[in-house]
T-cell receptor, first 116, second 114 residues
């Protein structure tokens, strides 16, 4: 699997706590934002996305908040479980013209460690 | 159903040897396809993307190349590998489900150049 990410910021929480993972983005023209979860040795998995015209979106146990004023994105995980332990990436995306071409730019990631 | 396949899962290659990683998607047509590289403990760096057969765009100058010989096939290659080519390589395709946009990633190839 993936080696330990010495360069990744780490968030350590207790099982059952709520977790908040933050991300700052750079492009004010981004059309949408996505959170991905990556477990060791696997490809990233889609968690939730939010359009730039929204400020909040909720999924199952997860909520994404978007603050365009300060270019900040957060992922809130309710009742964090040991299975939530992974690296979480935010990504900003743009829809380019009429081609429909999409490009995502990823943040560096945050490692979430959930202890029982 | 829509799926993406990537192989091999792991690869150990000597410096100077060639490389070929393959990615195929099923259940869709004319997908936008991407190759990313992830160094250990790092984020994802976009290497190449393709909007159609024979159409390749490179994001960063490097020792690698990409090709799209068929609509649902995307190949990452190198003629001579460098130590710095080691990493976790991910293929992805863009898909839309309802009002959600996103990439679906393959399972990745861990390449170690020795």
């Amino acid at each position: 699997g993936e080696s330990v990410g010495l360069h990744l910021p780490t968030l350590s929480v207790q099982e059952g706590d709520n977790s908040i993972i933050n991300c700052a983005y750079s492009n004010s023209a981004s059309d949408y934002f996505i959170w991905y979860k990556q477990e060791s040795g696997k490809g990233p998995q889609f968690i939730i996305d939010i359009r730039s015209n929204m400020d909040k979106r909720q999924g199952q146990r997860v909520t994404v908040l978007l603050n365009k004023t300060v270019k900040h994105l957060s992922l809130q995980i309710a009742a964090t479980q040991p299975g939530d332990s992974a690296v979480y990436f935010c990504a900003e995306g743009r829809i380019l013209g009429n081609t429909g071409f999409q490009k995502l730019v990823f943040g560096t990631g945050t490692r979430l460690l959930v202890s029982p | 159903s829509q799926t993406i396949h990537q192989w091999p899962a792991t690869l150990v290659q000597p410096v100077g040897s060639p490389l070929s990683l393959e990615c195929t998607v099923e259940g869709t047509s004319n997908p936008n396809l991407y190759w990313y590289r992830q160094a250990a403990g790092r984020g994802l760096q976009l290497l190449f993307y393709s909007v159609g057969i024979g159409q390749i765009s490179s994001e960063v100058p490097q020792n690698l190349s990409a090709s799209r010989p068929q609509d649902r096939q995307f190949i990452l290659s190198s003629k001579k590998l460098l130590l710095s080519d080691s990493g976790f390589y991910l293929c992805a395709w863009f898909n839309r489900q309802g009002i959600s946009y996103g990439y679906t990633f393959g399972s990745g190839t861990r390449l170690t150049v020795v």
